[in-house]
């Protein structure tokens, strides 16, 4: 099936932006729903945001008006715009993929694949 292949984590100030990429070029099998998850420290990794095909888009409530997750179908590159960080979104964050043939309008939790994630960390 592939890989997927995230970018771009950093440490960051609190109030600052950063941009995740996730490279689903080599991810072979069905890209039809796509997303981002994290797992903060000592808490279980969670779906945060959604992109089905056709554009319609999902967040969780805590990063729902901060973050955008956007696809470039061009270049294959799956981006996550997050603004305003805030402390509690330290986490390892992973690009990840609902690989069932109808995903679309799925759950957060139906994520199936992800990758080997990128380290945000926020501080004060």
């Known amino acids: 099936q592939g890989r997927l292949v995230e970018s771009g984590g950093d440490s960051v100030q609190a109030g600052g932006s950063l941009t995740l990429s996730c490279d689903v070029s080599g991810y072979t099998y069905r890209k039809d729903c796509l997303g981002w998850l994290r797992q903060a420290p000592g808490k279980e990794r969670e779906g945060i945001a959604r992109?089905?095909?056709?554009?319609?888009?999902s967040y969780i409530d805590t990063v729902k008006g901060r973050f955008t997750v956007s696809l470039d179908n061009t270049k294959n590159i799956l981006y996550l715009q997050m603004n305003n960080l805030k402390l509690d979104d330290t986490a390892m964050y992973y690009c990840?993929?609902?690989?069932?043939?109808?995903?679309?309008?799925?759950?957060?939790?139906?994520?199936?694949?992800w990758g080997e994630g990128t380290q945000v960390t926020v501080s004060p």
């Open positions: 992109l089905d095909s056709g554009g319609t888009t």
């Open positions: 990840a993929v609902d690989p069932r043939r109808n995903c679309k309008g799925g759950s957060m939790e139906q994520f199936g694949q």
